[in-house]
Nanobody
Framework: QVQLVESGGGLVQAGGSLRLSCSAS????????MGWYRQVPGKQRELVAS???????SYVDSVKGRFTISRPNAKNTVYLQMNSLKPEDTAVYYC??????????????WGQGTQVTVSS
């Protein structure tokens, strides 16, 4: 089992910044991609950004140029630096880690979620 602990959410005014952190513990062997998702009530969970163990990152179009995902030394901690925040970024943000058990078996783990609220 892998446990993911998130921190860094909160309330910020539009244009402000927040930094989310997520640390993995437990049976953390073969953690492949890590990423951040977000969800608002009544909508599906959305992938915001992800980063591979090799450091390759990708972002949803709505946050490109404003958010930066990082994973120092490809370890099991991932950060999401969020700048120029907009009210539409308001959501619960979830950390995700993908563990490769076998070449054809991958398990998803989730953090408990952290609320990000951007006021206008």
């Amino acid at each position: 089992q892998v446990q993911l602990v998130e921190s860094g959410g909160g309330l910020v005014q539009a244009g402000g910044s927040l930094r989310l952190s997520c640390s993995a513990s437990g049976s953390i062997f073969r953690i492949a991609d890590m990423g951040w998702y977000r969800q608002v009530p009544g909508k599906q969970r959305e992938l915001v950004a992800s980063i591979t163990s090799g450091g390759d990152s990708s972002y949803v179009d709505s946050v490109k140029g404003r958010f930066t995902i990082s994973r120092p030394n490809a370890k099991n901690t991932v950060y999401l630096q969020m700048n120029s925040l907009k009210p539409e970024d308001t959501a619960v943000y979830y950390c995700n880690a993908k563990q490769v058990l076998r070449v054809d078996v991958q398990v998803d783990y989730w953090g408990q979620g952290t609320q990000v609220t951007v006021s206008s």
